[in-house]
């Protein structure tokens, strides 16, 4: 089990994300915030206080839950638990961020990504996430990451957040 | 997204046929899935493609024209194909018949039936017929899980609750599928259930099943927290067990006099259609007590629930 970030460093990674994005949002489209359940979820309701620190204050917010997106839903079964979305928003020509913790594969984000297109026409959609672990088995990449990690298939990156799981931490074992 | 898994899925049924065969935690577990799919219907694009690439068909032996629309319209949210098997059959020659109708359908590759008929015991029958989902959407008078669980959600969704909470069913309880599917499963949950209606049409019986029986409605009125009036099966008027319309609704019509002498919060529930005028006075079916076209809303969801959650159960199965 190795440390990859404490609480400290956590919230410091959060908060030059959250200045990056805001120095990238457009001034003339809406910005909008949505995380990825359920972590994303998590990380996403924090980058929403830091990104009004940064001067940028996003007009809507909203939870995705890609469970019904999944292309392993055949193979997964009972386990995938169904818990969600809330976007009551139209998302129509705003200028999304998708958060989520870890991008591995990629496969979550695709389901994201296609979940979101039925709520409406984006005008750009971009990417954030605590953690890039490589690995990727689709095209997808990130536009914004607090900590690129070199791993293997049978290594695990564990986001631990306090809102969910009482402390603040990332680790990789 | 590094969600794990729950140890134990809570569900694992590839069945649906009765709200008796269910634990209070599956029960709840079928309604917090269903409120997640509240959502889908509300979107521009009403769809998740869940159930893309399954087939659904549904088999009706009996009318019915808004249970069988609920379920197709559920199954095409989640993008499921469907089709459509309906034929009247007569009751002498279900039995084999049934059985070999559905292997037929099932041999055209079809991965979940949807089975309406008018003998009770018949969606499980075709269990052992077949490999793919079978889901009961009304065997005689038998059950209708998928009413039990929408009337249950609902009740929850504007009561906040349904453990302690005092339910009447009133009207012909021995002959509806829909009162003993709100039985078991309110029973489950911890409400308090009071059958009313006349003697003939609410057998002592049902006390073995955890109700209470009564023919006084005026009586149990003010202490109700949901009012159930089941619809007068106009069919069975003419029969021995039941008495003159005039005198029924007399007793167990749901009026303003009586909708007075209620909880001014009293939920007002009906499985539809509602004969306006008779078990339920038209003005009280449209007023803010009355659930009925909430009822029908949350069919959608509770639907598109129990079709997904039958399905992945179905699919882990094949999987190992």
């Known amino acids: 089990m190795k440390t990859l970030l404490n609480a400290k460093e956590l919230q410091a990674t959060l908060a030059r994300m959250a200045r990056e994005i805001a120095q990238a949002a457009p001034r003339d489209a809406e910005v909008a915030v949505v995380g990825v359940r359920r972590r994303g979820e998590t990380l996403a309701q924090r980058l929403l206080a830091l ?100 791993s293997t298939p049978d290594s695990e990156v564990i986001v631990k957040l306090s809102e969910v799981d009482g402390v603040d931490e990332v680790e990789m074992e | ?127 052992q017929a077949v490999d793919c989902c079978v889901i009961n959407a009304g065997d005689g008078q038998h059950a209708h899980p998928t009413q039990g669980l929408l009337d249950l959600f609902t009740i929850r969704e504007r009561k906040g609750r349904i453990e302690g909470l005092n339910v009447a069913i009133a009207g012909d309880i021995a002959h509806s599928r829909v009162a003993r599917s709100d039985l078991r499963g309110l029973v489950k949950l911890g409400a308090n259930v009071t059958l009313v209606g006349p003697p003939t049409l609410v057998p002592r019986s049902f006390e073995q099943l955890g109700a209470r029986v009564t023919s006084n409605f005026d009586e149990i009125l003010p202490e109700m927290d949901v009012i159930n009036m089941l619809r007068i099966q106009q069919e069975r008027i003419t029969s021995s067990v039941f008495p003159s319309i005039r005198e029924y609704i007399r007793l167990f019509g749901m009026n303003a006099e009586r909708f007075q002498r209620c909880k001014p919060d009293v939920l007002i529930m009906h499985p539809g259609p509602v004969n306006r005028g008779k078990e339920l006075a038209a003005d009280i079916a449209d007023g803010p007590n009355s659930s009925i076209l909430r009822q029908v809303t949350n069919g959608l969801a509770v639907r598109m629930a129990v079709l997904f959650l039958c399905q992945q159960a179905a699919a882990a199965e094949k999987s190992t």
Not at chain 1, 62 to 76: E, H, K, M, N, S
Not at chain 1, 83 to 107: C, K, M
Not at chain 2, 6 to 26: F, I
């Open chain 1, 51 to 150: 990104l009004a620190d940064a001067g940028v204050k996003p007009a809507h917010h909203g939870v995705l839950d890609i469970t019904l997106y999944r292309d392993d839903l055949t193979t997964i079964g009972p386990a995938a638990v169904v818990r969600g979305t809330e976007i009551d928003f139209d998302i129509t020509d705003t200028w999304l961020v998708l958060v989520d913790d870890v991008l591995y594969t990629g496969r979550s984000i695709r389901a994201a990504l296609t979940a979101l297109t039925d709520f409406g026409r984006a005008r750009a959609i971009r990417l954030a996430v605590l953690v890039d672990r490589g690995l990727r088995e689709l095209p997808i990449q990130p536009d914004f990451v607090g900590l690129r990690q070199e």
């Open chain 2, 1 to 127: 997204m590094s969600d794990a898994a729950p140890e134990k899925p809570v569900w694992t049924r590839k069945h649906l046929l009765a709200l008796n065969d269910l634990s209070p935690e599956e029960i709840l577990y079928v309604l917090d899935t269903a409120e997640s799919f509240k959502e889908v219907s509300t979107r521009s694009v009403k769809k998740v493609p869940a159930l893309r690439g399954r087939v659904v068909c549904t088999m009706f032996f009996e009318d019915s024209t808004r249970t069988r629309m609920s379920f197709t319209l559920a199954a095409q949210r989640l993008s499921a194909d469907v089709v459509d098997f309906s034929a009247k059959v007569s009751s002498a020659s279900k039995g084999e018949s049934l059985r070999d109708t559905a292997r037929n359908i099932e041999a055209m590759g079809i991965d979940i039936m949807i089975v309406r008929h008018s003998s009770a015991g018949a969606a499980n029958d075709l269990t």
